[in-house]
Antibody, heavy 121, light 105 residues
Framework: QVQLVESGGGLVKPGGSLRLSCAAS????????MNWIRQAPGKGLEWVSY????????YYGDSVQGRFTISRDNAKDSLYLQMNSLGVEDTAVFYC??????????????WGQGTLVTVSS | QSALTQPPSASGSPGQSVTISCTGA?????VSWYQQYPGKAPKLVIS???KRPSGVPDRFSGSKSGNTASLTVSGLQAEDAADYYC?????????FGGGTKLTVL
């Protein structure tokens, strides 16, 4: 079935780095734009970053611009998020989400289960 | 991109209808709504203002008037108790509303 599975979360000290991965299955990964979305504990959803199906177009939210880097490997059906200069405010569950590129642009139709990133000393 | 404002809470009794508003969505064609249970990933319930994905009960409907998008849940059921988020797409970024906790009394 169509599935996204995140990994790579964990505990990291302020100023540290972490790389998240998202493994896709059940669909043609290279046909879809992908995103990272996060949710701080007890808070709402925050869009983090977007990458087009080919990887040629990338966008970031203001709060992560210059610190986070999104990438993908279509040969491995995988999405990544390199996070540097992490602060306590980055503590959140990070979800990868597929944009329903062809039928409903701007819509996230498939979500992973999330991976928790905790930034603490 | 403008912020999206949702009421923090909404409630209704089983069988009733409840409408959740999302103010600030007037400029955007692509407004979607997501349902989230505690500890679970969000789930798409409405896309492009009013389109209902396959598998979503027809009790869920979306609309937009002026600067406000709305999600209406008709014939409330206990399983509809969840957090609901609106989201707008502005070409190079997305913005989520703050979320509304729906309680079924």
């Amino acid at each position: 079935q169509v599935q996204l599975v995140e990994s790579g979360g964990g505990l990291v000290k302020p100023g540290g780095s972490l790389r998240l991965s998202c493994a896709a299955s059940g669909f043609i990964f290279s046909d879809y734009n992908m995103n990272w979305i996060r949710q701080a504990p007890g808070k709402g959803l925050e869009w983090v970053s977007y990458i087009s199906s080919s990887g040629s177009t990338i966008y970031y939210g203001d709060s992560v611009q210059g610190r986070f880097t999104i990438s993908r490997d279509n040969a491995k059906d995988s999405l990544y998020l390199q996070m540097n200069s992490l602060g306590v405010e980055d503590t959140a569950v990070f979800y990868c989400a597929r944009e329903d590129t062809h039928s409903n642009p701007g819509t996230f139709d498939i979500w992973g289960q999330g991976t928790l990133v905790t930034v603490s000393s | 991109q403008s912020a999206l404002t949702q009421p923090p809470s909404a409630s209704g009794s089983p069988g009733q209808s409840v409408t959740i508003s999302c103010t600030g969505a007037g400029h955007y064609t692509y407004v979607s709504w997501y349902q989230q249970y505690p500890g679970k990933a969000p789930k798409l319930v409405i896309s492009e203002v009013s389109k209902r994905p396959s598998g979503v009960p027809d009790r869920f409907s979306g609309s937009k008037s002026g600067n406000t998008a709305s999600l209406t849940v008709s014939g409330l059921q206990a399983e509809d108790a969840a957090d609901y988020y609106c989201c707008s797409y502005g070409g190079s970024r997305w913005v989520f509303g703050g979320g509304t906790k729906l309680t079924v009394l």
